[in-house]
């Protein structure tokens, strides 16, 4: 998960330089190259996919009466990490992120496994209450 905030989430030490991940949309965006793009949007979906994922918290399974959720000592982690993960997911949901998605569906109809990447990656955006209008953009 710290990969993917770095990629995400601009540098504290270098706020003015670009994200990696507003670097590859933008070669995306620009590239003619079909296994270019595919590879950028996939980089893309690996990222949404990563951040929808749930690493922050135990699974249900792993709680018990000896280890509880939340300890004073990890409390503080768990709201920072879910602070970042917040902030990495509003950085995600734009317009430029889901046409690049719908661009891996549109051009990958031979390839029914990049189909299926751009649309579980569109899918996870649209659960969001700003993934709705992100997604309504595109269309």
Known sequence: MDHTYALVLPSGRFPNVPTGLSQIIALVKRSDSIPLKSEGSRVVVNVVKSLWSNHILPPPRARSAESPLLTSSNKDDIINQQHRRNIAIRAVLTPDCALILAGLVGRSGK???LVNEGV????????QKEGGMTLAFII
Do not use: E, G
């Not at 579980?120 to 659960?127: G, K």
């Open 111 to 113: 390839y029914p496994l």
């Open 120 to 127: 579980v990656a569109l899918s996870l955006l649209s659960t």
